[in-house]
T-cell receptor
Framework: AQRVTQPEKLLSVFKGAPVELKCNYSYSGSPELFWYVQYSRQRLQLLLR??SRESIKGFTADLNKGETSFHLKKPFAQEEDSAMYYCALSGNNAGNMLTFGGGTRLMVKP | GAVVSQHPSWVICKSGTSVKIECRSLDFQATTMFWYRQFPKQSLMLMATSNEGSKATYEQGVEKDKFLINHASLTLSTLTVTSAHPEDSSFYIC??????????FGPGTRLLVL
């Protein structure tokens, strides 16, 4: 079974402060990890995936297999980063379905 | 970019009626489409996976006779909520994928059953 856990439902920071959204997963094989973002009144969209090793909008995430984590980080939060963030896992199962974490709402205060 | 649309964006219906929701990939052919359900303040829960031309694979606990999924073409999948009841009220989201590439999500359909 695959599981994704985001321990924080809400994370509130001030503009310019560092941000870390936590994500832990459980999967017996080699997973593919994603971060999706949903801005207010908009659809879910891919933020980044671990295999790309890229930085999007200043966000990065490193897959730590030892700790089974895929935390999302940004050194300086901006107000426009306020959104719901979902961590998701895709295993090498049939259909490659995504399993989502519960989501973390990030609020960046001015 | 890859765009996925859903229609309608919201619907209100009476208990006992059936509601059909369409999911379309506008600029690519989707070999696989997924249907999710999202309750208020909760995460997305996968309901079913559908591949073009074959029967959908439903997740445990999802009634296939209640939620009929048809993926008749590479650009269209439909979800029909049959004999809807108030507990079926939710936000239904589809996503589409070409091959093993990223899933692209639709904007969602809000269903309210009175």
């Amino acid at each position: 079974a695959q599981r994704v856990t985001q321990p924080e439902k809400l994370l509130s920071v001030f503009k310019g402060a560092p941000v870390e959204l936590k994500c832990n997963y459980s999967y017996s094989g080699s997973p593919e990890l994603f971060w999706y973002v949903q801005y207010s009144r908009q659809r879910l969209q891919l933020l980044l995936r671990h295999i790309s090793r890229e930085s999007i909008k200043g966000f990065t995430a490193d897959l730590n297999k030892g700790e089974t984590s895929f935390h999302l980080k940004k050194p300086f939060a901006q107000e426009e980063d306020s959104a719901m963030y979902y961590c998701a896992l895709s295993g090498n199962n049939a259909g490659n379905m995504l399993t989502f974490g519960g989501g973390t709402r990030l609020m960046v205060k001015p | 970019g890859a765009v996925v649309s859903q229609h309608p964006s919201w619907v209100i219906c009476k208990s006992g009626t059936s509601v059909k929701i369409e999911c379309r990939s506008l600029d690519f052919q989707a070999t696989t489409m997924f249907w999710y359900r999202q309750f208020p303040k909760q995460s997305l829960m996968l309901m079913a996976t559908s591949n073009e031309g074959s029967k959908a694979t439903y997740e445990q606990g999802v009634e296939k006779d209640k939620f009929l999924i048809n993926h008749a073409s590479l650009t269209l999948s439909t979800l029909t909520v049959t004999s809807a009841h108030p507990e079926d009220s939710s936000f239904y989201i589809c996503s589409a994928r070409r091959g093993q590439q990223t899933q692209y999500f639709g904007p969602g359909t809000r269903l309210l059953v009175l």
